[in-house]
């Protein structure tokens, strides 16, 4: 087992990776704005780092579980699982003749969004690191 500086910081760093993977794929719809075809891709990590909350906090699941009234019916998908954050295509804007639906103000937006709360984390981390620093240079001058 590594060194945790604390629960809250395993969490920001969860979520500062997806946030990396998300403006990775905002960047790439960017530079597919030309490319015949090509559908803007998203990933949506919201209930991946709500289950890691539950995870590290002891939060009892509340999801319904799966009824199996014969031995012989399949189990579920397990979704607890899968620590990952969800793929899907960004529909809802018109195409342009050549297929492609990459609207560049909508990158630009979410791109700008995606950065501060990239930067929000960060800065959050660098908080929760200092505290913890703090202590121990306090207790290294007590004794």
Known sequence: ??????????????????RAARQDM???NIANVDTP?????????????SQ???QLYGVK???????????AHLSGIDTTSQ??????FRDGHMA??????VDLDVESSEMAKNSTMFNALTAAIKKDSMLFKSVIDAS????
């Open 26 to 28: 905002i960047a790439s």
């Open 96 to 101: 342009r003749n050549d297929g492609n639906s």
């Open 61 to 71: 699941d509340t999801t319904l579980q799966m009824t199996k009234t014969s031995g």
């Open 140 to 143: 290294a001058k007590t004794s």
């Open 83 to 88: 620590m990952r954050g969800t793929t899907f």
């Open 1 to 18: 087992m590594g060194f945790s500086i604390s629960k809250s910081h395993d969490l920001m760093k969860s979520a500062l990776d997806y």
């Open 37 to 49: 075809n090509y559908r803007p891709r998203d990933i949506r990590f919201e209930e991946a780092l």
């Open 52 to 54: 890691k909350t539950a």
